[in-house]
């Protein structure tokens, strides 16, 4: 048997069970108190016991639910990284993609050109590199009327600060 003090007196408790009351069948229900005869106070130790084990209860579903938490936490972080991989993947895919496009259409242009070099050295009869020559000549001319067709001033841009109105006479021939 366990030999229990009170915490007021320091004097040993008296274990007793009392009925607290009865069940649906009729049955009684009994709790055991811990019983301080010189201080006249008595403890519930079936309820002490009970709120305990509710307490470790608690601490294992906190426990339990933070862990889940945790899991789920990392299973997202690794969902993330998958997908991140899985982007960059399709980024590193389309990089590649488009720098054969670009190596497809350099090479293209290099074989247009050797071909229009070849072509013009054919119908002249002259060399290649001076059939090159000319075609180079030709970009010049041509990117040099671009550029001075670029920077021509329009109709549209005038330089008047007068606004003109078609049925608004000048302002010296209005009567005033």
């Known amino acids: 048997m366990i030999n229990m003090k009170c915490p007021i007196c320091g004097k ?102 050797k071909e229009a070099i070849a072509r013009l050295a054919a119908d002249k009869g002259i060399s290649e590199e001076e059939a090159e020559r000319i075609l180079k000549e030709r970009a010049r001319a041509r990117k040099a009327a671009a550029q001075k067709a670029a920077t021509a001033p329009t109709d549209a841009t005038d330089d008047s600060e007068e606004q003109k109105y078609g049925n608004i006479p000048a302002e010296e021939i209005r009567d005033k």
Do not use: M, V
Request: net charge positive.
């Open 12 to 113: 040993d408790l008296d274990l007793q069970n009392k009925q607290i009351g009865t069940s649906e069948n009729g049955d009684p229900i009994f709790n055991e108190y811990a019983i301080c005869h010189s201080c006249k106070k008595q403890w519930n130790l079936d309820k002490q016991r009970a709120k305990k084990i509710a307490a470790k209860k608690a601490a294992e579903e906190k426990a339990k639910a933070e862990a889940e938490a945790r899991a789920a936490e990392e299973k997202a972080k690794a969902e993330a990284a998958a997908r991140a991989a899985e982007e960059k993947a399709k980024a590193e895919a389309a990089a590649r993609a488009a720098e054969e496009k670009r190596a497809a259409r350099r090479e293209a242009k290099a074989r247009a050109r």
